[in-house]
């Protein structure tokens, strides 16, 4: 029996040990996959899953169904840009403007690729029958350096893509399927990984360095007072809204005079499988 194959029972003893302790109504599992779950995801309305993960991917989302836990996927605009700079608008990528893309089938408009990649893994669910669950991004960043051959790594790039993103989750956007639905993002990374192996962009996410100088300036400071660079159309600060700078799934919520902590614990080797 293989690691993916382990990753739903898994994930069942570890909701049973939570229900036997009292634990099932604050803590959710769940575990983050990556876009190579997908056979299609262009256009949105296209997605689906590969075909020899349906019963896995079946029975996953029957149990998150079933505990009410979203599914987490690490989408990432720019392994699609890199792969295809000929194809893809760097704009659409990097969240700036642009004609974006309209889907043939729902006629909906994708003014970024992050939208338009949630969508298809929501559209995926769908075809199995679990159109309902929510999707939540895990991972999202965009490498502020990378290898000769990594087009698009570069720290002026990664700053338009991470500063954007961050804007839009002031705005407590949702994509152009579930639009009233703010869409969760986690960035990815705090920090940048120097001893992390493979390319040289698989080292450099993070708005930090290690020693912890600033990689970038991404404009923290200018979002969080609700104000914009003069380069940048001002966007007005949402109170009720987060940034998440990492991928860390534990967050920590202050909802009036009450502090509610919601925990998430993740099974990796659905990720590590594929």
Known sequence: MSLVNNVVPAMVSIQRA?????????????????????????????????????????????????????FWINAYPYFAYKDGPDKISLDYALFNLNSGMIDPRT????????????????????????????????????????????????????????RNLLRRQLRGEGTPLRPKMRLEIYLFALFNEDMKPGPTS????????????????????????????????????????????????TKIERLGHELRIVCWISVFLLVMAI
């Open 107 to 162: 006629n909906m408009h994708y003014d970024n690729m992050l939208y338009a990649q949630v969508d298809a893994v929501i559209f995926a669910m769908a075809r199995l029958g679990y159109g309902g669950i929510e999707v939540r991004v895990s991972e999202t960043g965009w490498p502020s350096k990378g290898d000769p051959n990594e087009i698009g790594a570069t720290p002026q790039n990664a700053a338009i893509y991470n």
């Open 202 to 249: 698989e080292r450099n996410y993070g708005l930090y360095q290690p020693d912890g100088s600033v990689a970038y300036n991404v404009g923290l400071s200018a979002l969080s007072t609700g104000t914009t660079p003069s380069t940048s159309t001002s966007t007005p600060k949402t109170p009720s809204s987060t940034i998440s700078l990492t991928s860390m799934a």
């Open 18 to 70: 939570l229900t036997q302790l009292g634990l099932q109504q604050y803590i959710q599992v769940s575990t983050p996959s990556s876009l190579a779950v997908l056979a299609n995801s262009y256009p949105p309305s296209e997605g689906s899953f590969r075909p020899e993960l349906a019963t896995i991917m079946t029975q996953f989302l029957q149990f998150l169904s079933t505990t009410r836990s979203p």
